[in-house]
């Protein structure tokens, strides 16, 4: 159920993976509708269209382990993620609510899978240079030497 979710968010899926398959999601319309149906579908236990708390506490919990986080979400943490979907405060969370928070969640995913690709290229970058710098400094080390010896024997 929240194998969706959390294939999209996995923590072990590399931040260009989690990118690429939030850039899918994200630029097609459909595509996000459903993924928002599937996952209100799993989350809805008891089919009643809306959600409750119950429901949004089991969901927390299945992602968390999905995720590997060892502690369980707090009732306080879950009520806090409850208030924050209840977009229109009456105590159930829509269908449309839940699209609203995916959305939201999904791009700031992106944002922060961008950021760290941008900081992979970065340290290639400056491994790549440190490397090319031992390189040089080789090469003069190879020079030095040479040069020495050629010093030498002209003495
Ligand atoms: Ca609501």
Redesign the pocket.
Known sequence: MASIASNVSSMRATPQETFESLQIVMSDEPTFQKLVDTVFGNMDANKSGTLDSKELTAFMVQVCDDMGVQDPPTPAQVHQVFKHL?????????RD?LAVFLRHLFTEQMHQASVQIAKMEKQEKQEKAATSLSGLFKKQEKAATSLSGLFKKKK
């Open positions: 209840d977009l229109n405060g009456d105590n159930s969370v829509s609510e």
